[in-house]
């Protein structure tokens, strides 16, 4: 049974370009977050999808960000031109449905450094 | 709105010693649930160990341990004979549902390290 799979582990783009991060919950898991780990900090969270569904993105930047989960396929963070403050970790978590007992299960996340 | 702190961003333990991390939260809700989370070096976020608000007796995880005090919003994660592998970031989460959606709001995280 696989855990969250994230892709990819390390990330580098330039400024200006634009960064996808993609997220493959656990299985029978149709909820997906996102959260933001800047570096000696907490996880701060960007936005909470369903399949097809944004449910709540209040944590996520007005611009430049985007999140989508389809009904077939992982779940895409979008960063459009990054800047040097968009480097962090960002790490999709996974729960299922109707659980509310049910921690989040955590990818290895993604490492995006801006340069 | 909801708040979680962690109040000691560093603390260090002798092996085999016991090391309490403190957290404490703010809500109005009265079902929630709390949860402990490592994370040692190789990022990962690990589960360590979950409360229920409406339970009163503490959970229990082999060597962890948290002190649940409702009316005083806080609830401490106990470690009992330290190991090496114990050295991580630890962090505080709460979690409630709310018209259909789940929150969870994290702490900002403990340094722990386990000196041999």
């Known amino acids: 049974n696989a855990g969250v799979m994230q892709n990819p582990r390390h990330l580098v783009r330039r400024r200006g370009q634009e960064a996808r991060l993609r997220c493959s919950p656990m299985k029978g898991h149709s909820h997906v977050y996102w959260y933001r780990q800047l570096p000696e900090e907490g996880l701060k969270f960007m936005v909470y999808l369903q399949k097809e569904n944004i449910i709540d993105e209040s944590g996520m930047p007005k611009e430049r960000f985007s999140a989508e989960f389809p009904k077939e396929g992982p779940s895409i963070l979008r960063i459009q031109q990054v800047v040097r403050g968009d480097s962090a970790a960002y790490f999709c978590?996974?729960?299922?449905?109707?659980?509310?007992?049910?921690?989040?299960?955590f990818g290895n996340g993604t490492r995006l450094t801006v340069t | 709105a909801q708040t979680v702190t962690q109040s000691q961003p560093e603390m260090s333990v002798q092996e085999a010693e016991t090391v309490t991390l403190s957290c404490t939260y703010d809500?109005?809700?009265?079902?929630?649930?709390l949860f402990w989370y490592k994370q040692p070096p190789s990022r990962q976020m690990i589960l360590v160990i979950r409360q229920e608000a409406y339970k009163q007796q503490n959970a229990t995880e082999n060597r962890f341990s948290v002190n649940f005090q409702k009316a005083a919003k806080s609830f401490s994660l106990k470690i009992s004979d330290s190991q090496l592998g114990d050295t991580a970031m630890y962090f505080c989460?709460?979690?409630?549902?709310?018209?259909?959606?789940?929150?969870?709001?994290f702490g900002t995280g403990t340094r722990l390290k386990v000196l041999a």
């Open positions: 809500t109005s809700e009265n079902n929630y649930y």
């Open positions: 989460a709460f979690m409630k549902r709310a018209s259909g959606t789940y929150k969870y709001i």
């Open positions: 978590a996974s729960s299922p449905l109707d659980r509310m007992d049910s921690p989040l299960h």
